[in-house]
């Protein structure tokens, strides 16, 4: 009885220490297509060229442009909005709380400090 009591506990506190990923915040400032790749056709005629968003994220100290690295049904980041962001298995997971929890992998293709800590803004 004891040893099922305590095998309870423990599971139950480790349950209860698992936290929540630690996300940092940063800025959705601008989105940006680009050619990424060509669409596989069964004739051998010119295939057409593949159209991806580039989006770019502003955190505290760093922007990102980063591209969704599935291109079957792409969300659409609303921009100028706050979006969570963390780096898991060399990905970089965001998700943006306005539009919903979800969390979608992107593949980082740039990385750069921000100069003179000063934020970009978006083009009009």
Do not use: W
């Not at 423990?10 to 959705?28: G, N, P, R, V």
């Not at 709380?97 to 293709?109: A, F, G, Q, S, T």
């Not at 750069?112 to 009009?124: D, F, Q, V």
Request: with cysteine; net charge positive; glycine share 2%.
């Amino acid at each position: 009885m004891k040893v099922r009591t305590l095998a309870v506990c423990l599971l139950f506190a480790s349950a209860c220490s698992a936290k929540e990923h630690d996300y940092q915040t940063a800025t959705i400032v601008r989105v940006d297509s680009s050619a990424c790749g060509t669409q596989e056709k069964a004739s051998k005629s010119l295939a057409p060229e593949l159209v991806c968003q580039e989006y770019v994220l502003q955190s505290f100290h760093v922007i990102f442009r980063i591209r969704r690295n599935e291109d079957r049904h792409p969300a659409l980041l609303p921009i100028g909005e706050t979006a969570q962001f963390r780096i898991a298995k060399g990905k970089l997971v965001v998700r943006v709380p306005e539009l919903d929890r979800k969390e979608r992998e992107y593949d980082v293709i740039s990385i750069a400090p921000l100069e003179n800590e000063r934020p970009i803004t978006a083009s009009k």
